[in-house]
């Protein structure tokens, strides 16, 4: 079993940033893909970005590249989402996730954190 926790969301003005923080427990968070989703309201919950174990695959949704990085820090079992030049489409509930899928991690969630993004 692996739990998540996230933090680090809240409410920032267009163009700024905010880090996303992932904590992870359980004996299988460090050895399966981590990874970050999100849904807006009224919308059905996106992709994000994704990072394997070893950090050499790291994939991101065509709208956040050049925007977002996504990281892991396997000795803390922690993942993080930086956020960059934040635009208010990027406004959602964002979850961690962790899985054995690279291209859909979705074995495992968080409960979500909150990213407002005001114009």
């Known amino acids: 079993q692996v739990e998540l926790v996230e933090s680090g969301g809240g409410l920032v003005q267009a163009g700024g940033s905010l880090r996303l923080s992932c904590a992870g427990s359980?004996?299988?968070?460090?050895?399966?893909?981590k990874g970050w989703f999100r849904q807006a309201p009224g919308k059905e919950r996106e992709f994000v970005a994704a990072?394997?174990?070893?950090?050499?695959?790291?994939r991101y949704a065509d709208s956040v590249k050049g925007r977002f990085t996504i990281s892991t820090d396997n000795a803390k079992n922690t993942v993080y989402l930086q956020m960059n030049n934040l635009k208010p489409d990027d406004t959602a509930v964002y979850y961690c996730?962790?899985?054995?899928?690279?291209?859909?991690?979705?074995?495992?969630w968080g409960q979500g954190t909150q990213v407002t993004v005001s114009s």
């Open positions: 996730s962790a899985g054995w899928d690279s291209t859909n991690p979705n074995a495992y």
């Open positions: 359980g004996r299988l968070f460090s050895r399966i893909v």
């Open positions: 990072i394997a174990r070893s950090g050499d695959m790291i």
